[in-house]
């Protein structure tokens, strides 16, 4: 029986079941646990921070692990590292390790601990215990709760956390003064090291992070406009789908109104950009804005959405997005082998692949890199160790670089499931000359071995291929047998289970990734990011959105048309009273920049004229191009991807001072503007009124007809000019460099 004190309190530990209250002092007999005592005091102060000790070699000679994630490294170093100089039973209070946390000794991270503090007297009674590694019938720390994860708060409110940590014996501790919070958004909600969270002064919603040793938990924050809105407001609104019935569930307790629905043009414009990356030809425009083809609006726009699907820049676009995600440099995997893994990934677009087929193909390929494309993943990616975090960010939202290294900062995720998730990719085995860099030109071929393992950097245990969850069904993954002499190959199993309609992550990180490039923001960002510190501003939505997409035997086309024919995807960007400061919830459509290779193609569409690339065909569109080794100043200052860059490569999706500058000096879009053989100069050789000219410049550039005022001034422009064409050209080049154009509303 161990007697806890509290000022006057007695609390009895008997077989196996306690609760401390918070701020609890052990008796001064009582046994101190190195892990559940001393690490988790260590971690409060950060003492184990990446700043501190805890960074890869340590601080003036004193190394812990990150954050506490390997308490043998620590008790060791603690207590046995530098002959044990940093700790001194016989007189425990001049230890090296109390007098440098008390700053009674020079310390450069400061003092930590006040001598007549609880911290301080239980690292002293460890201390005089010999520095134990454990105790006798010591329980494990299994997991740790939140009294309260949702509040929903006024501005400047204030409420506390707490935090109780649970472990395996059943006895349970209040922890909340030596848990480490962080909000997610400071100006939103902030929270001091107490676990009070403060709410700012304006609306918004954010998420607060409660991390005790390596357990995580969130609270999810929410400061509601403070004049709720009548429910009528959102009882008249249209609903299309389950999207909008999500989207406005939450924006009414929000108390924030949508924006209106856009006119026929805006929709036009931003279909088409978003489904094909190509603005739609004059004809086209006419054709659907003057109503020619009859049915009620939203019958003509669901048939062009479906128009838009079936034309062949669909695959060209799409696959561009993952050509970023998959495609490395060339002159590191041999020109030919990327552009056969371009080729494929273009190819699984036309032919309308299922989503788990096409990522199974990958996480299976194996052969000839210059015969399956595919195979090029694992040309560049060549250790288990580096496939394995790709594999798991981009199919499972999951990011595992941490782990590698120690047990991840802000997920679960340890090294055990590292370097188990690793063991999938073990037996990739190669034939052929390998990398040579800068050429590597030679062919390889990807195989399954019969060798191959993965072991653990810091026991050596031989790794088994473990997935990183179990499926709801808690059915194992199911094993993989030898085929016609073929070896086991573990990758299949994975693939399996990744692809399971069971795997709700499968389906959520594309479909977040989908809709993040339709709505101009994920529901989780980063898109491949998902973890219970990164929460889903709508988790119902997201986990709607994935239900639909594995109902649909995932049919990316038919997710795509789901979300272009919501009501929600067609809010204006123009920002209302009631949303102006809204940026997580789709009150109104999030403007965001063309796409460096859509807006290369805007430009040829308008001018008339056609780029010319390197190691590309005649007429070849900025779309179609299969390496960004290719040379383009355009393509470059609008935010490509550098070629040097490993993939997943990210681009930056914020305007610049540079590309401004560039629309408006570049001496190419000034030739293109002016060439003989351009739309400027065809106009203003025909037989076509100065008000036909307008509405073809407008149309062609920003798929709308002129507003009176703008078909007034131009007509009048074109009408004194003495020679029409260079009007014209001045014209088009002012639009092609006015934010209507650049910018998707």
């Not at 003092?111 to 019938?137: C, F, G, H, M, N």
């Not at 409420?159 to 939103?188: C, F, G, I, P, W």
């Not at 000359?433 to 050596?460: A, C, D, N, Q, R």
């Amino acid at each position: 029986m161990h007697t806890i004190t509290r000022q006057c309190c007695v609390w009895i530990w008997l077989a196996g079941s306690f609760a401390i209250p918070c701020g609890f002092t052990l008796a001064a007999d009582a046994p101190v646990s190195f892990e559940l005592d001393v690490q988790p005091i260590l971690t409060a102060h950060s003492c184990n921070s990446g700043g501190c000790h805890g960074k890869q070699r340590g601080q003036n000679g004193f190394q812990l692990s990150l954050l506490g994630f390997d308490p043998e490294f620590d008790h060791a170093a603690v207590s046995r590292d530098a002959r044990g100089r940093r700790i001194f039973p016989a007189s425990p209070e001049n230890s090296l390790l109390l007098l440098k946390a008390t700053a009674e000794l020079p310390h450069g991270g400061g003092r930590k601990i006040e001598r007549d503090s609880e911290d301080y007297q239980t690292l002293a009674r460890w201390i005089a215990q010999a520095a134990p590694r454990r105790v006798e019938e010591e329980p494990t720390l299994e997991r740790v709760t939140l009294e309260q994860d949702s509040f929903s708060l006024t501005p400047s409110q204030s409420e506390s956390l707490r935090v109780t940590a649970h472990y395996s014996d059943n006895s349970t501790r209040d922890v909340t003064r030596l848990t480490t919070y962080l909000s997610n958004d400071d100006a939103v909600v902030s929270v001091d090291e107490n676990g009070t969270i403060q709410a700012g002064s304006l609306p918004g919603e954010t998420a607060v992070m409660a991390r005790y040793m390596y357990h995580i938990k969130v609270a999810n924050v929410v400061i509601p406009q403070t004049e709720p809105l009548p429910a009528a407001v959102f009882e008249s609104l249209p609903r299309n789908s389950f999207i909008d019935e999500q989207v406005y569930k939450k924006l009414q307790t929000l108390g924030i109104e949508p924006s209106p629905t856009v006119d026929d043009h805006v929709f036009l414009r931003r279909v088409s950009l978003d489904l094909i990356g190509r603005l739609p030809t004059v004809e086209e425009a006419k054709a659907f804005l003057d109503g020619t083809e009859g049915g009620t609006k939203a019958e003509r726009r669901a048939k062009l959405v479906d128009q838009l699907l079936d034309r062949p820049e669909f695959a060209d676009h799409w696959a561009g997005y993952w050509a970023d995600m998959l495609r490395p440099n060339p002159y590191r995997v041999g020109i030919k082998a990327v552009m056969n893994y371009d080729n494929w990934i273009r190819q699984q677009f036309r032919d309308d692949v299922p989503y788990d087929s096409f990522v199974r193909q990958l996480v299976t390929a194996k052969g000839s890199t210059w015969q399956n494309g595919a195979a090029t993943l694992y040309r560049d990616r060549r250790s288990p160790d580096e496939v394995a975090p790709m594999v798991s960010q981009l199919f499972l939202g999951i990011r595992l670089d941490c782990a590698k290294c120690h047990h991840h900062v802000f997920e679960k995720w340890s090294q055990q499931d590292f370097y188990q998730f690793s063991a999938y990719f073990a037996k990739v085995g190669y034939k052929g000359t390998g990398l040579s860099p800068p050429i590597s030109g030679g062919e390889e071929v990807v195989f399954t071995s019969t060798k191959g393992s993965v072991s653990h950097p810091l026991t050596g245990e031989t790794m088994t291929p473990t997935p990183l969850f179990e499926l709801p069904s808690g059915q194992p993954v199911a094993a993989t047998e030898e085929t016609d002499g073929e070896p086991v190959d573990p990758r299949v199993a994975l693939a399996e289970w990744m692809t399971s309609k069971e795997n709700d992550s499968f389906a959520e990180v594309q479909v977040n990734r989908t809709w993040g490039i339709l709505m101009g923001r994920g529901l989780v960002e980063p898109v491949d990011d998902l973890r219970a510190t990164n929460p889903a501003t709508n988790p119902a939505l997201l986990s709607a959105l994935a239900d639909e997409f594995q109902a649909s035997d995932y049919s990316f086309k038919q997710l795509l048309k789901t979300i272009v024919l919501s009501q929600v995807y067609l809010h204006s960007s123009e920002p209302t009273p009631s949303n102006v400061a809204d940026r997580l919830n789709y009150s109104r459509h999030y403007r965001r920049r063309l796409r460096a290779e859509v807006l290369a193609d805007a430009v040829a569409d308008v001018t008339q004229t056609t780029d010319s690339f390197q190691a590309m065909p005649p007429d070849s569109r900025a779309n179609q191009v299969w390496t960004t080794r290719v040379n383009s100043i355009f393509l470059d200052t609008f935010g490509r991807p550098n070629e040097n860059q490993d993939p997943p490569c990210e681009r930056l999706p914020e305007s610049t001072v540079t590309q401004a500058l560039h629309l408006m000096n570049s001496q190419q879009l000034d030739q293109r503007v002016r060439s003989d053989n351009g739309r400027a100069a065809k106009l203003a050789a025909s037989q076509k009124t100065s008000e036909q000219i307008v509405d073809e410049l407008y149309l062609s550039t920003f798929t709308r007809y002129p507003t009176a005022d703008e078909r007034d001034y131009a007509v009048n422009l074109i009408n004194a000019a003495a020679e029409r064409r260079s009007v014209i050209e001045d014209l088009m080049w002012a639009m092609l460099n006015s934010p209507e154009f650049s910018i998707l509303n």
